[in-house]
């Protein structure tokens, strides 16, 4: 094992990083931990690029792209596939090498993935329509016991996956392998609890209104349409997936241009365990296959996560969109609002805790969360107090890469904290928002904020702290998703409650204080029919699943939670008759009621 010994400096740790970055792709047996004065250990080991062969699914049939005339197109990982001898590697993204090993950090080519033209696009939905049958298809006329079954034993098949799910997680997208780890197991847990709350709320027997026998249960809609984001691509793709199939539903599945291997790696699961057709794969550009399929009228629902101009183009091309039923989940700026007791001199206990909440709500996953809190609000008396120990925390987190650990005091490994965006156009739009911020007088306040380790090719960012921001910048109204952190001044609690009042965007706020009257109260008040949830000291976020995950204007459209997905994807259908003495329709009833599958008792 090769070990680095240097000062235990933000400098150069993050040399010893971009080292790390640019070395990490060789034979996986080898190992370079950097040990630092302070004692801490900088540990990588050289990890092999996983490489995901791209196939279409259409029709149950998977075949390799090339088998069908599709065009494919490389995918490229987070991280650097070539190793290099330097470890010079500076925080502008400068090397210092010798001749014979120039810097080089391209991205792997850890897969390619299909670019389906406007006629091929159509042939999943000619599968997906023939698969409904006007309601009369096989996955629809399944009993829900029967549905159940299939759906446990596709997780069944998938769970066999879980290590290339995270391997796949970690390369295209940059999640640290705790949270590739976490996604896929949440994912898991949120389709049983799924099945759970199925089985509870499915009514059995015949119920008594008035002078009338009904049967209800809840029966799919059709068609949907489904289109799931980059940085949960599992998990939220399959909180709305799943429940649609669950209820009958026939799925199109677009897959994410970024974060859409992992999706790949379910094809055989879904061949042996739901009927031909029941859900078929679109890859490519959302632009060029999409809208036509919406514009045929065929599809009857749509299950958005993504951005809101996205989602409003593609709804204008359905011929009735009246007919369409939405369930959207869209762009969110949450905003963290500082009272002023918090700074109160007893309070620095408290000031502590808020600082960490901040900082995690800030930058979990880089800060590509629509949960993520985007907006710092502090009183201008403390703002520059806040800003720079919000600072001091942001420094000691740990930059790196998606498997890259270091040692705890514990002995045990810790994992990188801020790993790489995905791509290169995430780098430009957080230089571009950071850039007009320092223009019109904000400044970048912890160290290396904004830089980029690894050299030229890297989308390793070191998260800016930006102090100042005001309503002049960008970041100000946009939401950055990303390690981008704007700290904005208030001298008044009317500024705050017109931002929120005023704002594009619903989804969540937090407000943080010590103190239940005045302000706080006030403001849960002022925001009840602004933002879909109010956070008291904590952090904005979606977990658990069982709470509704709902949001107003530009932020979302139906609520993610366990039993409002299974609303969102069904409608309730009722099943009755009017008893009366001397008449055969109650020997009629029970006859159906002991046949149809529609009616059948859930296990």
């Given at each position: 094992?090769?070990?680095?010994?240097?000062?235990?400096?933000?400098?150069?740790q993050?040399?010893?990083?971009?080292?790390?970055?640019?070395?990490?792709?060789?034979?996986?047996?080898?190992?370079?931990d950097?040990?630092?004065?302070?004692?801490?250990?900088?540990?990588?080991?050289?990890?092999?690029?996983?490489?995901?062969?791209?196939?279409?699914?259409?029709?149950?049939?998977?075949?390799?792209?090339?088998?069908?005339?599709?065009?494919?197109?490389?995918?490229?990982?987070?991280?650097?596939s070539?190793?290099?001898?330097?470890?010079?590697?500076?925080?502008?993204?400068?090397?210092?090498?010798?001749?014979?090993?120039?810097?080089?950090?391209?991205?792997?080519?850890?897969?390619?993935?299909?670019?389906?033209?406007?006629?091929?696009?159509?042939?999943?939905?000619?599968?997906?329509?023939?698969a409904?049958?006007?309601?009369?298809g096989?996955?629809?006329?399944?009993?829900?016991?029967?549905?159940?079954?299939?759906?446990?034993?596709?997780?069944?098949?998938?769970?066999?996956?879980?290590?290339?799910?995270?391997?796949?997680?970690?390369?295209?997208?940059?999640?640290?392998?705790?949270?590739?780890?976490?996604e896929?197991?949440?994912?898991?847990?949120?389709?049983?609890?799924?099945?759970?709350?199925?089985?509870?709320?499915?009514?059995?027997?015949?119920?008594?209104?008035?002078?009338?026998?009904?049967?209800?249960?809840?029966?799919?809609?059709?068609?949907?349409?489904?289109?799931?984001?980059?940085?949960?691509?599992?998990?939220?793709?399959?909180?709305?997936?799943?429940?649609?199939?669950?209820?009958?539903n026939?799925?199109?599945?677009?897959?994410?241009?970024?974060?859409?291997?992992?999706?790949?790696?379910?094809?055989?699961?879904?061949?042996?365990?739901?009927?031909?057709?029941?859900?078929?794969?679109?890859?490519?550009?959302?632009?060029?296959?999409?809208?036509?399929?919406?514009?045929?009228?065929s599809?009857?629902?749509?299950?958005?996560?993504?951005?809101?101009?996205?989602?409003?183009?593609?709804?204008?091309?359905?011929?009735?969109?009246?007919r369409?039923?939405?369930?959207?989940?869209?762009?969110?700026k949450?905003?963290?609002?500082?009272?002023?007791?918090?700074?109160?001199?007893?309070n620095?206990a408290?000031?502590?805790?808020?600082?960490?909440?901040?900082?995690?709500?800030?930058?979990?996953?880089?800060?590509?969360?629509?949960?993520?809190?985007?907006?710092?609000?502090?009183?201008?008396?403390?703002?520059?107090?806040?800003?720079?120990?919000?600072s001091?925390?942001?420094?000691?987190?740990?930059?790196?890469?998606?498997?890259?650990?270091?040692?705890?005091?514990?002995?045990?490994?810790?994992?990188?904290?801020?790993?790489?965006?995905?791509?290169?156009?995430?780098?430009?739009?957080?230089?571009?928002?950071?850039?007009?911020?320092?223009?019109?007088?904000?400044?970048?306040i912890?160290?290396?904020?904004?830089?980029?380790?690894?050299?030229?090719?890297?989308?390793?960012?070191?998260?800016?702290?930006?102090?100042?921001?005001?309503?002049?910048?960008?970041v100000?109204?946009?939401?950055?998703?990303?390690?981008?952190?704007?700290?904005?001044?208030y001298?008044?609690?009317?500024?705050v409650?017109?931002?929120?009042?005023?704002?594009?965007?619903?989804?969540?706020?937090?407000?943080?204080?010590?103190?239940?009257?005045?302000?706080?109260?006030?403001?849960?008040?002022l925001?009840?029919?602004?933002?879909?949830?109010?956070?008291?000291?904590?952090?904005c976020?979606?977990?658990?699943?069982?709470?509704?995950?709902?949001?107003?204007r530009?932020?979302?459209?139906?609520?993610?939670?366990?039993?409002?997905?299974?609303?969102?994807?069904?409608?309730?259908?009722?099943?009755?008759?009017?008893?009366?003495?001397?008449?055969?329709t109650?020997?009629?009833?029970?006859?159906?009621?002991?046949?149809?599958?529609?009616?059948?008792?859930?296990?």
């Open positions: 094992m090769t070990k680095f010994r240097g000062g235990g400096s933000l400098a150069f993050i040399k010893a990083l971009a080292f790390l970055f640019i070395t990490s792709h060789a034979d996986a047996s080898i190992a370079a950097i040990h630092t004065d302070s004692g801490a250990v900088i540990r990588s080991t050289k990890a092999e690029p996983p490489f995901i062969h791209g196939r279409s699914f259409i029709n149950g049939v998977i075949l390799s792209n090339a088998d069908v005339g599709i065009e494919e197109h490389d995918v490229l990982g987070c991280c650097s070539e190793e290099n001898s330097s470890n010079d590697c500076l925080v502008d993204g400068t090397c210092e090498t010798d001749a014979r090993k120039p810097p080089n950090s391209n991205p792997a080519v850890i897969g390619v993935m299909g670019q389906l033209s406007e006629n091929q696009s159509r042939e999943a939905l000619e599968s997906a329509k023939r409904w049958n006007g309601g009369s096989t996955w629809t006329q399944m009993s829900l016991n029967s549905r159940i079954e299939a759906v446990e034993k596709f997780m069944v098949e998938i769970t066999k996956r879980r290590e290339e799910m995270v391997q796949i997680l970690m390369w295209e997208i940059g999640k640290n392998r705790p949270d590739a780890e976490s896929f197991d949440r994912t898991v847990s949120f389709v049983k609890e799924t099945i759970e709350e199925i089985r509870s709320q499915s009514s059995s027997g015949w119920s008594n209104v008035g002078n009338t026998k009904a049967f209800i249960r809840r029966a799919a809609i059709g068609i949907i349409m489904c289109l799931g984001p980059y940085n949960y691509p599992l998990n939220e793709t399959y909180a709305a997936l799943i429940p649609a199939l669950l209820m009958g026939i799925i199109i599945l677009k897959v994410p241009t970024v974060g859409g291997l992992v999706h790949i790696l379910t094809m055989d699961a879904f061949v042996s365990s739901l009927p031909p057709g029941t859900i078929n794969f679109i890859s490519g550009r959302g632009r060029v296959t999409m809208p036509p399929l919406m514009a045929t009228g599809i009857d629902g749509l299950a958005f996560i993504g951005g809101a101009n996205a989602a409003d183009n593609l709804i204008k091309s359905h011929p009735n969109p009246h369409l039923k939405l369930f959207l989940q869209l762009e969110g949450n905003m963290a609002i500082l009272l002023p007791d918090v700074f109160e001199e007893d620095a408290h000031l502590d805790k808020t600082i960490k909440e901040v900082l995690l709500g800030s930058l979990s996953f880089n800060g590509q969360r629509c949960t993520a809190l985007k907006q710092i609000f502090v009183p201008q008396k403390y703002a520059k107090l806040f800003a720079e120990k919000l001091v925390a942001a420094e000691a987190l740990r930059v790196g890469l998606p498997w890259q650990t270091w040692e705890g005091a514990d002995g045990k490994p810790l994992f990188s904290q801020i790993t790489p965006l995905p791509n290169q156009s995430r780098i430009s739009y957080m230089k571009r928002l950071i850039n007009d911020a320092k223009s019109k007088g904000a400044n970048i912890n160290k290396n904020g904004g830089s980029i380790v690894g050299g030229v090719n890297s989308t390793l960012m070191v998260p800016a702290i930006l102090y100042p921001v005001s309503e002049t910048m960008d100000y109204h946009e939401e950055q998703f990303g390690p981008v952190v704007p700290i904005a001044p001298d008044d609690i009317g500024t409650i017109a931002y929120g009042r005023d704002g594009k965007y619903g989804m969540q706020c937090s407000i943080f204080t010590t103190k239940g009257e005045g302000d706080a109260a006030a403001l849960v008040d925001f009840l029919a602004v933002f879909g949830k109010i956070n008291i000291n904590s952090q976020g979606r977990s658990p699943d069982s709470l509704p995950f709902s949001g107003r530009s932020s979302a459209m139906g609520t993610m939670s366990i039993s409002e997905a299974i609303n969102s994807f069904s409608t309730q259908t009722v099943v009755a008759y009017k008893p009366s003495e001397n008449d055969v109650d020997q009629v009833a029970s006859v159906i009621y002991s046949k149809t599958n529609f009616m059948q008792d859930v296990a």
